[in-house]
């Protein structure tokens, strides 16, 4: 029905869009619909709230401003731990093994008696710079991937589908633990892990909001005209689909920072003396006897993981609402 | 239907393979499985010994080493090139072989069956705990909708949603095992009531956060559904409103929960790794922890094979059920 | 993070046998098992047998001075041969010294009957001699089921225990062995020269568990039976020492049928035919294995067994099983991981007894003298000043573990007091490090020399160890840090594909044991003698002294070897690693076994204990 069905020439994988259709396209479209809904549920936002009006929705809120003001604070923190006043965190002896917070050491110090706030201050770091390098992989590569998909639809389109739902089809933790077992334990590898995690939902959020666009007015206009197909992703698409992928980024790289953490606790995060990351402070203090006497080695980066990731979810909730992503994936 | 069911059965077939090959693929041009199958030998240079450039430095009867490295070529089929490979060894499922573990010369059939027991109950009981907490928690929240406790929760979810699970498991384990010891701190297998006993920390590790996602989907369709005409009429046959709740408008507002029900069993098997880690449980998890560590290929290749089979099916029969449940699909 | 090790496939055997090292001559040194959790210094190396109870006073007085003048004073309570029986146990710190006497006080009237539950750190592929290569914990359940040939009395030296006598022909290239006769199998077999032979054959054959004894037998013709009770075993030069090969698995003995049997349905080696007070009941493979009491034991006459039970539960995390002891539920465990240690100590007062054993093997770093950065022997040098011994025994030992200069416990007659090693000293390493990198550029990067850090783990134990050596190496040498799995490690190790490795070694019963570990005849494509330095002299020296029995001048020679180890500065020791049993208190007996001759048996030897003659009040 669409000049788009004459390019592919298949008229049953142009069931996607507004026009209703009848018989097993448009059950397929409900059903990629319910997945997509599936996987943002799952990527543990709390839904929308019905009752909630779209003045509430439009207005971010000073909670908002305090988890962007945390995030600030880390990136910040991620970004100068070198030159901030604070103790060498590879300093083994810094003070005695295990001591509690004190003027010294504001977090106290761990087995082998380093600063834990140095370490807390470098452990961002690793987190953040994972965490975000993860989610532009995964933003660049599936969103290329789901925006072509979406566009050309058919063939190109089921086959990527079905490289997500492969890719869909590990369970996350499982996939990554095995490529960071498999390969050497660099911050490159480890990024790329997660961030190959994050391709397929990533990717199939873009192709959801591609097939919509692909079917508004602006962009029939510009194929009317004769516009070639990179020019039409690019110029026309690209910057619309882009807003509800960004949208999510916040969320994204909450996972991704968690993501990181448990490989970190599994000993197969990034290696290295110098690699200092959160998840590896937890696991180190987290052997009974070590919980039990000295609770401040893993209490600290616990409460400091979670206001972040606490911060990444509700700053980025907040802006999905903002924009409206849902409903503009849909 | 039936044709929608019999496409879905081929593209679940499709993705197992799919799944397998990669995997396949991955742990045998990533490793070296002849390493774990000969060790050190696997450094030998046979072609060159054969060919006389190398001196054979085997210890006792001559080229034993090249022998034993050609023999476990042929045995594990390491002399065929990757496909081949996993043809083979997709024909050795088929008949029930799951290969040999490397760790130990048990069957992988046997590592499973010993470890999958634990992990099942785990994720169980983890299902339990967030249905239990969940839809209780869903059903107040959504009865004072935007009053002082729903607000509580939404920030009470936000937040169990937040903390990774390894961090959530540390902090029950310290505050639960440790310093008010209601729970034992390590995991007892000896008896099923020391086991179930043992499991609830976990279970609680992966079910709390599970519980905030599942009471926020219940309580948003709770109040869409309390918006439904036969819940008007209820009320006004002047049912006390609990019962309404419970007896009318909770059971079709659990369609959002069954729906991510595949999803989430998928999030918690990858949360049982890193559970059963903190809490000493001999399970699946762990094993594949192990194994992944240890390089012990048919190990991971048959663990992965079945998480993402559950997965996989999982998924499926909720599709199934989804298209099979939902009126809109239904009606046409 | 300790190997299983297993046998069948094809030829995985070497990685095996390269962990299984350790059980070497004699004896068992071993996997601990345990995936993936803390463990602190993993067993990598050899490590043979020996060991011994409990360094006086628990509380680990801290990482005595080399030379304590308090020790020399103490004079009276000699240097001794072996590591001695003298366990102790830690409630209240005994002063030193007196250490040995004390124990668990005994109740006088030995009571019978009762389960025995213990906590094994790993499980094994099976409970054969002859095919399943043994650890330390696998021991806990061997011993009960077998009687060795010979075993070690409280002062380290050999006595038969299965065997009736044992005899050097000649120069001591051959000794006879002698049976005792009327002794019967589990199945009611009787025990004849031909079941020794049957078994030694069959392990001689096994790649696993000969590699560290093969070489020290005949090739051709290693034993021949001399009559119905008697074999003749060969070596390949004169040894004073032979039995001690014997007291490990080597020793202990199968019916000749009964092997047969087993080779043909593998299933049987969980189930085997021993001699030993206690035969195996029922065996589920990681879960448990229970030993009932032989009723017909072939030594009821001479040696009282009391338990009629005794239940072997794995349980690879040592924190784990600690828990387990102090709540009641094993009661008894082994371990060697600092805070399975400190907690044992810390539950004293809930019916928790210790007995610790320094005079086990060493933690230390391994030095590969041909590898291209380490060959110059001014990188070792400079990588042992470099090192903060003392930072390690303090953070990583915390008081359970003794600072450790030399191969030797310093209450080892053996030790040679004057060495001192010379780690801490890091302004020594600067003007080395520099000069190296002025003549070996390639070697070095910024001015500090590469270098390939191998250690086993993953574990937090690993971790820690490897962070703080970072930190103190961190000057003068840029880290490759390579953490693997222990058997994988081993692989990288043997092959010498490593520059610095992290390991346990040493620590036999008899140093006549550990000799395959420096030996230049274990250098090749695979080597035993990890440290890859040949030294033709110590070599001369450990032949002299395995051929004689003049404890004078073998305690001379050992002096003299370990004067060559510090100058070749192959290898830093960093702690005399401490194997320590934990038992309720009620279990009684633990040390003061004895043996068939009426000799006390060694106990704690590296963590093997027997727990035949245990009984519970």
Redesign the interface.
Known sequence: MTADDRKTGNPTASGEGPVPR???A??ER??WR??I???V??S????????EDAAVRRRLGFSFWLAVAWLLIMAFVAAFAPMLPVADP????FGG?REPPSADAWFGTD????DVFSRTVHGARISLAVGGFAIVFGMVVGGSLGIVAGYFRGRLDQAVG?AF??LL??????LA???T???DRSLLVVSLTIGILAVAPVGLLARASTLVFAEREFVAAARVLGARHGRIIVRELLPNVVIPMGALTLLGM?IAV?AE??LA????SV????AISW??M???G???????NA?HV??FP?VV??LT??S???AG?RIRQYFDVKELAF | MARFVVRRVVLLVAVLFAVTFLGFSAMNLLGDPLVNVVGVLAELDCEGIEAGLVEDTTVDAASRDCDTVAAAKAQYHLDQPVPVRYVLWVGDLATGDFGTSFQNDQPVSQVIREKLPETLILLVMAQIVSLGVAIPWGVIAAYRANRAFDRGSTVASFGLLSVPNFALGVVLLYLLALRWQVFPSAYEGDNLGGLVFSMVLPAVTLGLPLAASYQRLLRTDLITTLQEDFVHMARAKGLPPLRIMFRHALRPSMFSVITVFGVSTGALIGGSLVVEQIFGIPGIGREIVTAVVRDDFPVVLAIVMLVACTFVVLNFVVDLLYSWLDPRVRAR | MQVRLHLRPPARWLTAALAFVSVAAACGGGGDGGDGQPTPAVEAAPSSESGAPAQPAGTGEEAPAPADPEREATEEQELLVAPVDTTTTTAPPPDEGEAGAEGPAEPAEPRYGGTLRIGAFAEGDGLNPASNAFSTPVYLMAHPVFDPLAYFDTEGNWVPVLAESWTKVGDGTVWRMKLREGVRFHDGTELDADDVVATFRAQLADPVISIAFRSGFHPEEPMRKVDDYTVEFVGVRPSAHLPNAFTSQLGMILPSEWLERAAADPSLNQMPVGTGPFMVESRIQDEATVLVRNPDYWAADLIDIYLDRIEVYPIPDSAVAAQRLIAGDLDLIVVSETSAILTLREAADRGVVTFENHRSDESMLLINAQSAAFSDIRARQALTFATDQDLYVELLGEGTAEAADTMFHPDLIWRNPDIVQETNTPERAGPLVAAYCADIPENCSDGRINMRFAVPGPSVESDRTVDLMAATWGEFFTLDTRVKPLDEMIIDVALGNYDVALADAFGSVDPDNDVLFMECGSIGFISLNFTRHCDPERDALMYEQRAIDDLDRRVEIWHRIQEINRDAYTAIFLTHSNFTVGARDNVHNICGQIGPTGDELFCNNQGRIWPNQIWLS
Request: proline share 5%.
């Open positions: 009848k018989g097993r448009s059950r409900l059903l319910f997945r809904l599936r996987l549920r799952s543990r936002v709390p839904d929308d709230d019905p009752t590879t300093k083994v002896a093994p087995a082998l008696g380093r079905f739902f492969v089809s590990f369970p996350s933790l499982v633990i095995l490529i077992a498999t390969l909450a968690v953490g448990s606790f599994l000993g197969l290696a290295g003396e110098d998840g590896k937890i696991v180190d987290a052997g009974l006897r070590d919980l039990q609770t893993t209490m616990v993981m979670f990731v606490l990444l979810n509700f909730d």
